[in-house]
Antibody, heavy 119, light 107 residues
Framework: EVQLVESGGGLVKPGGSLRLSCAAS????????MNWVRQAPGKGLEWVSS????????YYADSVKGRFTISRDNAKNSLYLQMNSLRAEDTAVYYC????????????WGQGTLVTVSS | DIQMTQSPSTLSASVGDRVTITCRAS??????LAWYQQKPGKAPKLLIYKASSLESGVPSRFSGSGSGTEFTLTISSLQPDDFATYYC?????????FGQGTKVEIK
């Protein structure tokens, strides 16, 4: 059974940093692209960042470029999102999601982890 | 950037109704479109991919159609479990953009 489990969310002050993790199981992690998608409270979905299976291709939404860094460790079946210089508008539930390619539909999602940026 | 516009934003319907949600892309995305269902406090669930392909395990009352810039999601006979918010998403380019969502409410 495919499972994606996010962790690392919490309350952080503006300007602070946080590192999210996503532990994957039930599939060959190294064969899939992985993604972070976020949802601000009461709002819609926003695609944040994508990383290809071998980390050769990495993309960021303009809203997070230069502040967030996506990475993966295929040996540990894990995906990460390092978030620096956090702003109030980064407050959201962050989901990790699996896609077969760098531009594809997301067929499996984690349960999400809440990041709250507030003083 | 490709913009996705869904209509309506909210839809009130009864069990058994046929429901149609529309999604328009700001430029052609061929058939690179997915539909997701999201319930409160839960992650999105993939329903349809490549505009009209039904994801495994999704009931056949869900169907998708369209290509280019206009797409529709149809629920042939609305069931109690279908009251949720639905999102379209284009993946013609990386960092696929979502529509703003359509909330299907009980009439």
């Amino acid at each position: 059974e495919v499972q994606l489990v996010e962790s690392g969310g919490g309350l952080v002050k503006p300007g602070g940093s946080l590192r999210l993790s996503c532990a994957a199981s039930g599939f060959t992690f190294s064969s899939y692209s992985m993604n972070w998608v976020r949802q601000a409270p009461g709002k819609g979905l926003e695609w944040v960042s994508s990383i290809s299976s071998s980390s050769s291709y990495i993309y960021y939404a303009d809203s997070v470029k230069g502040r967030f860094t996506i990475s993966r460790d295929n040996a540990k079946n894990s995906l990460y999102l390092q978030m620096n210089s956090l702003r109030a508008e980064d407050t959201a539930v962050y989901y990790c999601a699996r896609t077969e390619g760098i531009a594809a539909e997301a067929d499996y999602w984690g349960q999400g982890t809440l990041v709250t940026v507030s003083s | 950037d490709i913009q996705m516009t869904q209509s309506p934003s909210t839809l009130s319907a009864s069990v058994g109704d046929r429901v149609t949600i529309t999604c328009r892309a700001s430029q052609s995305i061929s058939s690179w479109l997915a539909w997701y269902q999201q319930k409160p406090g839960k992650a999105p669930k993939l329903l349809i991919y490549k505009a009209s392909s039904l994801e495994s395990g999704v009931p056949s009352r869900f169907s998708g159609s369209g290509s280019g810039t206009e797409f529709t999601l149809t629920i042939s006979s609305l069931q109690p479990d279908d009251f949720a918010t639905y999102y379209c998403q284009q993946y013609n380019s990386y960092l696929g953009t979502f529509g703003q969502g359509t909330k299907v409410e009980i009439k």
